[in-house]
Nanobody
C-alpha cells in the first residue's frame, strides 16, 4: 500500500524560501509519477510540478517555474520541493501525490491515486 506524508510547511514572509518534503512508502520498483499539488481556499486543486521516477522528466506549471525546484531521492523514497521567492498567492495547502504510470501525461488531480494529508504553506506580505 502506497503511503505519502508531507512535512515542512509553515509561514514565511513574501520573498522568502521554504522546503517541503514528501516521504513515500510502498512505491513499486516500476515507473511512477510523483507530483506536488496545491489547493487554496475556494479554489480547485492544481498541479504545480511533477517528476517521473525513471528518467527523471520534470514539468513545472508556469506559476512556479523558475522559483520552485523538485528533487527526488529514489533510494530514500523522498521527494522535496524547494520554493524560493514565495508570493502571497502561493498560500495554499500543499499535497504530494503519486500514480503508478509510465508517464506524467494528463497532469490532473483526478488521475492520481495516492495522496498525502497535506501541509499548509502561508506567505504573508
Amino acid at each position: 500500500q502506497v503511503q505519502l506524508m508531507e512535512s515542512g510547511g509553515g509561514s514565511v514572509q513574501a520573498g522568502g524560501s521554504m522546503r517541503l518534503s514528501c516521504a513515500a512508502s510502498g512505491l513499486p520498483n516500476s515507473t511512477y509519477c510523483l507530483a506536488w499539488f496545491r489547493q487554496a481556499p475556494g479554489k480547485d486543486r492544481e498541479g504545480i510540478v511533477y517528476i517521473l521516477s525513471s528518467d527523471p522528466r520534470i514539468g513545472y506549471d508556469d506559476s512556479v517555474k523558475g522559483r520552485f525546484t523538485i528533487t527526488q531521492d529514489r533510494a530514500k523514497n523522498t521527494m522535496d520541493l524547494q520554493m524560493h521567492s514565495l508570493k502571497p498567492e502561493d498560500t495554499a495547502m500543499y499535497y504530494c501525490a503519486a500514480r503508478i504510470a509510465s508517464n506524467c501525461y494528463y497532469f490532473a488531480a483526478r488521475t492520481f491515486n495516492y495522496w498525502g494529508q497535506g501541509t499548509q504553506v502561508s506567505v504573508y506580505s
